[in-house]
């Protein structure tokens, strides 16, 4: 199984409120991404990075943002939640040394705006 | 723009054959993926193809034609926990991935 973990997996917050949703790895991976998914659509990719202090934002940034002080660890923040943050927000890993360049995900955080 | 198709939904009985569909376009190509996510969980690697022909790994086997940006994923001896959506993906030539929007696979008795 891969080490790859997120906290919290669900939350319910109200309109207005900063989180942080919290992505960490025990897989020394450089790479790391998160995406947004809602039901039966394609994910689409936030932020990503390249390994420490690197980040870039994604096609959908979502007025999110990231932080990569430790390889490990690669949180995302919303300033403002809105009721269209509301989805399922999945934090990935990857091995730039695979040949095939698998991404590891966690298990994901899903979120609720009211 | 970038675009990845694959049916929305199919329904396959257990222990029969299965095989999804994908077509691509994207801007370059870097390799084309396969994942399965069950309901309310993360995704999980299947394959990965970057030269045309079949990988076969135990029940699941993927094609890849790049000439005309297709791809499928044959499910053998189908069973119950199959039931799951599967993903296609495609990294472009700036070695980021595009996703497919899943196609939901029902396993009936």
């Known amino acids: 199984e891969a080490d790859i973990y997120q906290t919290p997996r669900y939350l319910v917050i109200g309109t207005g409120k900063k989180i942080t949703l919290e992505c960490s790895q025990t897989?020394?991976?450089?790479?790391m991404y998160w995406y947004q998914q809602d039901p039966g659509m394609e994910l689409h990719l936030i932020h990503y990075?390249?390994?420490?202090?690197?980040?870039e934002k994604g096609d959908l940034s979502s007025e999110s943002t990231v932080s990569r002080i430790r390889t490990e660890h690669f949180p995302l923040t919303l300033e403002s939640a809105r009721p269209s943050h509301t989805s399922q927000y999945l934090c990935?890993?990857?091995?730039?040394?695979?040949?095939?360049?698998?991404?590891?995900f966690g298990e994901g955080s899903r979120l609720t705006v009211l | 723009g970038q675009n990845i198709d694959q049916p929305t939904e199919m329904t396959a009985t257990e222990g029969a054959i299965v095989q999804i569909n994908c077509t691509y376009q994207t801007s370059g190509f870097n390799g084309l993926f396969w994942y399965q996510q069950h309901a309310g969980e993360a995704p999980t690697f299947l394959s990965y193809?970057?030269l045309d022909g079949l990988e076969e790994k135990g029940r699941f086997s993927s094609f890849l034609s790049r000439s005309k940006g297709y791809s499928y994923l044959l499910l053998k001896e189908l069973q119950m926990k199959d039931s799951a959506s599967y993903l296609c993906?495609?990294?472009?030539?700036?070695?980021?991935?595009?996703w497919g929007a899943g196609t939901k696979l029902i396993i009936k008795p």
């Open positions: 193809n970057v």
């Open positions: 897989m020394g991976h450089d790479k």
């Open positions: 990935a890993s990857s091995d730039p040394g695979l040949d095939t360049g698998e991404l590891f």
């Open positions: 990075s390249y390994g420490v202090n690197s980040t």
């Open positions: 993906a495609v990294m472009d030539s700036n070695y980021q991935l595009i």
